[in-house]
């Protein structure tokens, strides 16, 4: 089945620099890839996601790269801001769902912006 | 619009009671899912419904069921919650069941004492 490995698993940096957070996974069929932001008591909510048709994707400062060879995709954040600080998850389905849409998760990155 | 909804906000439970936790979305999305989200463990799916009048188990579905009776609603109950099922609890929605992209609510915070 699908294994999501997600590094680092907290990361901290200054105030406009950049964050780079990444991912492996197994299954060499998946085709979907998103990134989601959970804030401090809040749902994940979806920010930016890939398919396999494509090797980059950008919205304004974030942007998702993915290499389907070496089975890794990877979250790019610019001028980082404090309000970028929350939990990102990443994810992907397997081939074989078994009859539903499943998502297989990192278990996230904590990012931490400092003024 | 509200999307969805999760209810209570969070709760405390004696150990061996139930406990229904309430999902309702206004996007007239077919699937609805349930995640626990644990530390460290990232989330993983407890049961899902691609469309109205089916369930399905995902991958830590012991302790917990669900139904859904109609499009907006996917209760899931404890029928006798253990300590172990201390967690945060998300409702998710999709379009569709073969749409890949979904939709998570607020979460409720669940602690089994």
């Known amino acids: 089945g699908e294994n999501v490995e997600q590094h680092p698993s907290t990361l901290s940096v200054q105030e406009g620099d950049s964050a780079v957070i990444k991912c492996t996974y197994s299954d060499s069929a998946s085709n979907y890839f998103p990134w989601y932001k959970q804030e401090l008591g809040k749902g994940p909510q979806l920010i930016i996601d890939?398919?396999?048709?494509?090797g980059e994707k950008k919205d304004q400062r974030i942007a998702v790269t993915l290499n389907k060879t070496a089975k890794h995709f990877s979250l790019h954040i610019t001028e980082t801001q404090p309000e970028d600080s929350a939990v990102y998850f990443c994810?992907?389905?397997?081939?074989?769902?078994?009859?539903?849409?499943?998502?297989?998760f990192g278990a996230g990155t904590r990012l931490a912006v400092h003024p | 619009i509200a999307g969805i909804t999760q209810a209570p906000t969070s709760q405390i439970l004696a150990a061996g009671r139930r406990m229904t936790l309430r999902c309702t979305q206004d996007m007239r999305h077919n699937a609805m899912y349930w995640y626990r989200q644990d530390l460290g463990l990232g989330l993983r799916l407890i049961h899902y419904s691609n469309t109205a009048g089916t369930t399905g188990k995902g991958e830590v579905p012991d302790g917990y069921s669900v139904s859904r009776a109609n499009t907006d609603d996917f209760p899931l109950t404890l029928a006798s919650a253990v300590p172990s099922q201390t967690s945060v609890y998300f409702c998710a929605t999709s379009p569709t069941s073969s749409t890949d992209t979904q939709y998570f609510g607020p979460g409720t915070r669940l602690t089994v004492l």
């Open positions: 890939i398919r396999s048709n494509v």
């Open positions: 994810a992907a389905p397997p081939m074989f769902s078994g009859g539903y849409n499943k998502l297989i």
